[in-house]
C-alpha cells in the first residue's frame, strides 16, 4: 500500500469515528459517572455489557463503510443490449437507461454516484461519515446500525449526566468536569441526528422507498409516471422484503406488476 493511502478520505474518517467513539469511551470511565461507580463496586455486568456495545455499534460501523454497497456488474461492454427478459418486464416507456458515466445498464432504483465513481443498485444516499454508499446490500446493516448507535449514544448520555454534579464556585466545577461536560454536549448532539436519521429511514422502509427516490421523485422517470410508489406492497411486505429479502424478485418485476394492477383497477 502506497503511503498516500493512509490519508484517503475513508481512511481518516474511519480512524476518526474509531478514536472519537472510544474517547468518548474513556471520558465516562475516568469520570465520577455511574459507569465508574459499578466497577469500583465490583458490579461488572453493566460495565462489560456497556463495552459490548460500543464494541457491537463501531464493528458494525466498520462493515457498512467497508461493504459493497450493491454496485452494479461493470463487466458488459458498452455495446452490449439489454437481456430478453429485462426487456419483456419493463414497459417501453420505461426503458432501462445506460449510464453517461460508467456505461452499464441500470436496473431499476440503481444511481451512479460520483463519490464512488461506481452506479449502485437500490440507490439510497451516499454517507459521509461513512464515506461510502447505502445501497442494497448494505442498507439493512446500516439501519441495524442506526438502531444500536443511538442506544449506545443515549446510555452513554445518561451515564455523562450522571457525573454532572453541578457546585460551586463554577471554576473549580469546569476545571473538573469540563471535560465530561463537553461529551455530554456531543453526546446529546449525536443522539438527535443518530434519533432523527433512524426515524427517517424506517419510515422510508415501511413504505419501500429510499431518500434519493424521496427527494428527488418529481426527476425519476419510473416514478414521475405513476401516481403511488410503485414499489410499495404494505407495511408487513416491505419489512419482510428489506430485512429478509422476501418476496424476491427484481424491481422490474415488482414495478410491472404495480402497473398490471393498476390498468385492472381502471378497467373495473
Known sequence: MAPWALLSPGVLVRTGHTVLT?????????????????????????????????????LLYLAVSLMDPGY??????????????????VPQAIALRRCRYCLVLQPLRARHCRDCRR??????????????????RNHPLFVAYLALQLVVLLWGLYLAWSGLQFFQPWGLWLRSRGLLFATFLLLFLFSLVAGLLLASHLYLVASNTTTWEFISSHRIAY?????????????????????????????????????EEEGSSQAV
Not at 75 to 83: C, T
Not at 223 to 239: A, E, M, V, W
Open 119 to 136: 452506479c449502485v443498485r437500490r440507490y439510497d444516499h451516499h454517507c459521509p461519515w461513512m464515506e461510502n454508499c447505502v445501497g442494497e
Open 223 to 259: 416514478l414521475r409516471q405513476r401516481p403511488s410508489n410503485p414499489f410499495n406492497r404494505g407495511l408487513t411486505r416491505n419489512l419482510a422484503h428489506f430485512f429478509c429479502g422476501w418476496p424476491s424478485g427484481s424491481w422490474e418485476t415488482l414495478w410491472a406488476e404495480g402497473e
Open 72 to 89: 452494479v456488474n461493470t463487466q458488459p461492454q458498452p455495446q452490449e443490449e439489454p437481456k430478453e427478459e429485462q426487456t419483456a418486464m
Open 22 to 58: 472510544w474517547g468518548i469511551t474513556l471520558v465516562l470511565f475516568l469520570h465520577d459517572t455511574e459507569l465508574r461507580q459499578w466497577e469500583e463496586q465490583g458490579e461488572l455486568l453493566l460495565p462489560l455489557t456497556f463495552l459490548l456495545l460500543v464494541l457491537g455499534s463501531l
